[in-house]
């Protein structure tokens, strides 16, 4: 089965870049997406197509991927986005999606 | 405006079944396809199931065989029928509208619990 590695945390100071990291087998050849989930919510998708992002998320949100690392980038962090990351693939071989591991951003 | 609403969760003992609905509105749950993802306490998400809008259905591994997703054009309401239940089976299970491989839409969850 296909595996989605991410840090388990991250920590950020208020104003400062974010990079939260997906780790997989050639995932520069996937479509990666990313969702945020907040405590008691559902999640949320803010990035989708390794860069893209859906009306009303901001433009501090911004993604990247290519070799076998995607990364979702938050710059000028707000207490308002300390949440769980994970990242999200779709597997063709198995036709399963895949979620990342997840990652807790603390903003300090 | 898009919504999707979970129900049918509870405490249900192991071995047993338990039917999850999701009521969508703004759309229709024939496009393009809805997906099942579940979240257990503490942990991380885990996709459980997906509709296309053929019919087409998939399963993860751990749910293949015991779970069946379906739908219901007409009252746009999409289930999922799970059936020998395991104490792993605990979770939040939340409905999401599908689009070109990622889930733009997410209902709040419904949380069943498996236990004895």
């Known amino acids: 089965s296909y595996v989605l590695t991410q840090p388990p945390s991250v920590s950020v100071a208020p104003g400062q870049t974010a990079r939260i990291t997906c780790g997989g087998n050639n995932i520069g050849t996937q479509s990666v997406h990313w969702y945020q989930q907040k405590p008691g919510q559902a999640p949320l998708l803010v990035v989708y197509d390794d860069s893209d992002r859906p009306s009303g998320i901001p433009e501090r949100f911004s993604g990247s991927n290519s070799g076998n690392t995607a990364t979702l980038t938050i710059s000028r962090v707000e207490a308002g986005d300390e949440a769980d990351y994970y990242c999200q693939v779709w597997h063709s071989t198995s036709c399963h999606y895949v979620f990342g591991t997840g990652t807790k951003v603390t903003v300090l | 405006e898009v919504q999707l609403v979970e129900s049918g969760g509870g405490l249900v003992q192991p071995g047993g079944s338990l039917r999850l609905s999701c009521a969508a509105s703004?759309?229709?749950?024939?496009?393009?396809?809805m997906t099942w993802v579940r979240q257990a306490p503490g942990k991380g998400l885990e996709w459980v199931s997906v509709i296309y809008s053929g019919g087409t259905t998939y399963y993860a591994d751990s749910v293949k065989g015991r779970f069946t997703i379906s739908r219901d054009n007409s009252e746009r309401t999409l289930y999922l029928q799970m059936n020998s239940l395991r104490p792993e089976d605990t979770a939040v299970y939340y409905c999401a509208r599908g689009l070109r491989h990622r889930q733009d839409y997410w209902g709040q969850g419904t949380l069943v619990t498996v236990s004895s």
């Open positions: 703004g759309f229709i749950v024939s496009y393009p396809y």
